[in-house]
């Protein structure tokens, strides 16, 4: 399990590093109160989901290339990074106004 810190929160991040976390990802969540790392992954949907997440997508330093703020429902945002480059980090929403594009995640065991 990882962490990431912005500011006073530390927030816990699951790796969905199976085909079954992939696939259920923070689907049905009513309250996200953690985020999920998708490795070599450059597409999500928010199909299924009851809760707006943050999107961030990082290449393969964990710079951070696209941040996609409070995504609704029955979306799909795919992006423009080869698939085993980059990660998609999903976060609870609103969690990502504090970063910034190019910045690096610094994630924390």
């Known amino acids: ?15 969905a590093d199976t085909f079954k976390k992939r696939l259920i990802g923070l689907m049905g969540k009513k309250t996200i109160t953690y985020g999920m790392l998708f490795p070599k992954c450059n597409s999500i949907h928010t199909f299924n989901m009851k809760s707006n997440i ?12 696209y941040i996609y703020e409070n995504l609704g429902k ?4 795919k992006i423009p990074y080869p698939n085993n480059l980059c990660s998609i980090l999903e976060l609870p929403p609103y969690f990502s106004k504090n970063y910034k594009l190019k910045e690096k995640m610094i994630f924390e065991e």
């Open 1 to 15: 399990m990882m962490y990431i810190k912005m500011k006073n929160i530390k927030l816990k991040i699951l790796i």
């Open 54 to 65: 943050d999107v961030i997508g990082l290449d393969e330093n964990n710079k951070i290339i």
């Open 74 to 77: 029955n979306k799909i945002i």
